[in-house]
């Protein structure tokens, strides 16, 4: 079955300093691959997708991510981090035709 | 409006009311999907429309939900007899068709809390 993980529970890095979270996926084939943010009491927006092509995703916000396949990964990175960045951060994927599939979350702070 | 809009935002119910969620996709938007997110965990699929037709039921999680989209554009998702585990964030999202580059946009969500 297609499944999602995020190991990082929860992130706090200081204001300026880089970011990765992590998103692992399991599926059978290339799936698309999304992230999204959640701040408290709002939607999900989306910050990036890859379908196919470019490894390297940019995004909104100075966001960018990277597709391993050999890894199965989709990790999510921005170089200079802003304390407006903390949020909720979720990686999806969308088995072709499919519905989305959500890992767990990780939750950012950010320190000044 | 410009976006998704869900109401209520907020709804609190006794155990064993009924309940109807509310949803107003972008105009002209023809694939609706709602979601359930419980506290710390990502969302997950309930149900898809595309127009009127619900393509996809297989995330209701049991035969109290029930979702409808008569008029392919208003969406509701009703709860009967609510359970303390049906507790969660209700997210619904429309996009203008389901496939490739076609984003979904998401509401702000309803926050049930069944005591």
């Known amino acids: 079955a297609q499944s999602v993980t995020q190991p990082d529970i929860h992130i706090t890095v200081s204001e300026g300093a880089s970011l990765e979270l992590r998103c692992n996926y399991s599926?059978?084939?290339?799936?698309?691959l999304f992230w999204y943010v959640q701040s408290p009491g709002q939607g999900l927006q989306l910050l990036l997708k890859?379908?196919?092509?470019?490894?390297l995703v940019q995004g909104i916000k100075g966001f960018e991510a990277e597709f391993k396949r050999s890894q199965s990964s989709f990790n999510l990175r921005k170089p200079s981090v802003h304390w407006s960045d903390a949020a909720e951060y979720f990686c999806?994927?969308?088995?072709?035709?499919?519905?989305?599939?959500f890992g767990q979350g990780t939750e950012l702070s950010v320190k000044p | 409006g410009a976006g998704v809009s869900q109401s209520p935002r907020y709804k609190v119910a006794k155990r064993g009311q009924d309940v109807a969620l509310r949803c107003d996709p972008i105009?002209?938007?023809?694939?609706l999907f709602w979601y359930q997110q419980a506290l710390g965990q990502g969302p997950e699929f309930l149900t898809y429309?595309?127009?009127?037709?619900?393509?996809?039921k297989s995330g209701l999680p049991s035969d109290r939900f029930f979702a409808e989209r008569p008029e392919g554009s208003v969406s509701t998702l009703k709860i009967q007899r609510t359970q303390q585990e049906d507790s969660a964030v209700y997210l619904c999202?429309?996009?203008?068709?389901?496939?490739?580059?076609?984003?979904?946009?998401f509401g702000q969500g309803t926050r049930l809390t069944v005591v």
């Open positions: 599926y059978g084939a290339t799936p698309y």
């Open positions: 999202a429309s996009s203008l068709m389901k496939g490739l580059n076609t984003e979904a946009f």
């Open positions: 890859y379908f196919s092509g470019d490894t």
């Open positions: 105009s002209g938007h023809v694939s």
């Open positions: 999806a994927v969308d088995p072709p035709g499919g519905k989305l599939i």
């Open positions: 429309f595309q127009n009127e037709a619900q393509l996809d």
